[in-house]
């Protein structure tokens, strides 16, 4: 079964500090893998999109991570600030004829002051 | 920058009734997207669109049906609304491949069937 699975949960750091969120993923063979980021009660915003051949990729204090061989992805966050709060989710689409998009169910972030 | 509006934030609707949730982008996008995003699931897709009257189902169709008139606006109709169809919906457009463009969402709205 294509499964995406994000951990943890739910996490709690303080302002300032960095923090992974981390993604693993059964989805076989896969096209792409996507971070999204989604403030509550709104639409979530993308924050990268990697393919397999890409490994780490930036976005301000965003940087994803992808090992392809482990299927496993991890998103660091540097220097979180309040305005980090929010669900992060991952992506993966499946790479066959129905190039399925398979969501996680997001982890959810708490920074606070 | 790309704006989809959704045109309804908040909706409270009783059983049976009919809803209508409409969709609008800015950006002359191929592709159109009506998800649902429930407490601890993935967003599951409900029905997607490539091009203007052309629609696929997605994941989980049942109980709905979907109407794209026009390039920039894709319409999700639930017939005879249920109280198992309480959700947030999350409108989506992409340009390029269905699968590699990125999406872009708009800020969602969340349906209460009484």
């Known amino acids: 079964k294509n499964q995406v699975e994000q951990s943890p949960q739910s996490l709690i750091i303080l302002e300032g500090k960095n923090c992974t969120l981390q993604?693993?993923?059964?989805?076989?063979?896969?096209?792409?893998l996507r971070w999204y980021k989604q403030d509550t009660g709104r639409g979530p915003v993308s924050l990268t999109i990697?393919?397999?051949?890409?490994n780490t990729k930036s976005n301000g204090r965003y940087t994803a991570t992808l090992d392809a061989d482990t299927k496993q992805s991890s998103l660091h966050i540097t220097a979180s600030q309040l305005s980090d709060s929010a669900s992060y989710i991952c992506?993966?689409?499946?790479?066959?004829?129905?190039?399925?998009?398979?969501f996680g169910s997001g982890t959810r972030l708490l920074v606070r002051p | 920058d790309v704006k989809v509006t959704q045109s309804s934030r908040y909706l409270v609707k009783r059983t049976g009734e009919k809803v209508f949730l409409e969709c609008v982008q800015d950006?002359?996008?191929?592709?159109m997207f009506w998800y649902r995003q429930d407490p601890g699931l993935g967003l599951r897709l409900i029905y997607f669109?490539?091009?203007?009257?052309?629609?696929e189902k997605g994941d989980i169709p049942e109980g709905y049906s979907v109407s794209r008139e026009k390039k920039e606006r894709f319409s999700l109709i639930l017939e005879s609304a249920s109280t198992n169809q309480t959700s947030m919906y999350l409108c989506?457009?992409?340009?390029?491949?269905?699968?590699?463009?990125?999406?872009?969402f708009g800020e969602g709205s969340r349906l209460t069937v009484l």
């Open positions: 669109s490539y091009d203007v009257k052309m629609k």
């Open positions: 993604c693993n993923y059964t989805v076989s063979p896969f096209s792409n």
């Open positions: 990697m393919t397999f051949s890409e």
């Open positions: 989506a457009s992409s340009f390029g491949g269905v699968s590699t463009g990125e999406l872009f």
């Open positions: 992506v993966v689409t499946k790479m066959d004829s129905s190039y399925k998009l398979i």
């Open positions: 950006m002359d996008h191929e592709n």
